[in-house]
């Protein structure tokens, strides 16, 4: 039988910073792995933002880790960085490429220590071309890659609403780190691996549909031009509540779509009859649905559809998210802390349990003196906490 938590045993250091970087940190630990957060002895993360464990973003993509404060440009923090690297599996960073070279951390220098480690490293634009040296944020991968193009309308530049580059970069490099641990298994040697990607590279993943689209027309892909081939719909009903319709090339699904809108004659209209003359007239089908759809309340309509077996869904809001009766059956949240925020849990079951976030986030340098005594005498922890080498919240408070 497999472990519910299936890398219980994986250590791992976290040296990312922002999202990215502690997102794919975060899964892995709510897949079992510890992770212990490499993190500057002043101020922390800079994604604190200065309010320590009361800031929920931090708090959601770094509860259940641990906190190692330490000076990684003082020789004693990177000589006890050194030394904890052998019981360590994976090391995570975010940096801009160069970075963990000049702190003495590069994947050469960690190898060498560990062969056994897996080494992610994850950049903006890649680790050399013309870009390889620029900040990158959120927002400038979303531009650079295509996806904010994809996702506006055509000619009018918008910003997307999440942060999905950060946070496809870190499931593309959670799907490294683990292929990385398997490779390790599988070696003769048990030998890891240097896995390397960036948030261009894998906002790939995110834009290929749309991709393929710009080479099988020619033309550039927007937000208006996959409904055609995907027949979806956005639909406001009487009330004014909203819903969606995605029927794809299946001419079941839309007779069944004309029937739950009393309108079977569209059935036989030449213009709609199969999915290419439906793909090719959209732009013509689409008033007719909406000017239907304003006739009854959502309610009504969401009877109708599910009647006629007809894939839809009310379009949820973000707050509304968390009641729906099937995300509640999921259990994917924890429940609400005293300020409201919840905590995702793991988005998969093993064995019929899903995992989720171990602990809360960690002050900075909690559990700073507990790592550091695995390889370090305690007069010596003491003498590096001193030094202002390490911190604990203790130090932090006075």
């Not at 429940?335 to 998969?348: F, K, M, T, V, Y």
């Amino acid at each position: 039988m497999a472990k519910s938590r299936p890398l219980e045993g994986i250590r791992v250091l976290d040296f990312g910073a922002f999202i990215a970087g502690p997102y794919a940190a975060s899964i892995l630990s709510m897949l079992g792995a510890e992770v212990v957060k490499v993190e500057p002895p002043k101020g922390g993360d800079a994604f604190r933002r200065g309010l320590g464990t009361a800031d929920p973003y931090f708090i959601q993509s770094n509860a259940g880790k641990k906190s190692l404060a330490v000076d990684l440009k003082s020789p004693d923090g990177l000589a006890l960085v050194k030394a904890l690297l052998p019981s360590f599996d994976v090391l995570i960073e975010n940096s801009r490429p160069g970075v963990m070279e000049r702190l003495g951390l590069g994947a050469d220098t960690v190898r060498a220590i560990n062969p056994a480690i897996v080494y992610s490293s994850v950049s903006g634009f890649g680790d050399g071309g013309p870009w390889r040296d620029r900040a990158a944020f959120d927002t400038i991968g979303l531009s650079m890659s295509g996806f904010l193009s994809i996702m506006g309308d055509e000619g009018e530049a918008k910003l997307a609403g999440t942060c999905i580059g950060d946070l496809a970069t870190a499931l593309v490099s959670v799907i490294g780190i683990l292929a990385g641990l398997l490779g390790r298994v599988r070696s003769d040697d048990d030998t890891g691996t240097e896995v390397r990607s960036s948030l261009l590279e894998a906002m790939t993943t995110i834009t290929v549909d749309a991709m393929t689209q710009a080479f099988e027309t020619g033309r550039n892909p927007h937000r208006e031009s996959r409904h055609p081939s995907a027949q979806s719909f956005a639909l406001k009903c009487a009330d004014g509540a909203a819903l969606t319709v995605h029927m794809s090339g299946s001419q079941k699904f839309w007779e069944g779509f004309a029937r739950a809108m009393d309108r079977a004659d569209l059935i036989g209209d030449p213009r709609f009859l199969t999915y290419n003359d439906r793909r090719a007239n959209y732009f013509e089908l689409r008033p007719i649905a909406q000017a239907e759809f304003a006739r009854h309340d959502r309610d009504e309509w969401l009877r109708r559809l599910t009647a006629n077996d007809v894939p839809h869904a009310p379009l949820v809001t973000g707050l509304e998210l968390t009641e729906h009766p099937q995300m509640q059956w999921l259990d994917m949240y924890d429940p609400p802390r005293p300020d409201g925020l919840r905590l995702s849990r793991a988005p998969w079951r093993f064995d019929g349990e899903r995992g989720g976030k171990s602990g809360d986030a960690p002050e900075i340098g909690a559990h700073t003196r507990e790592v550091a005594l695995t390889v370090l005498a305690a007069d010596e922890v003491d003498r590096l906490i001193a030094a202002g080498v390490l911190a604990e919240p203790r130090a932090e408070a006075g």
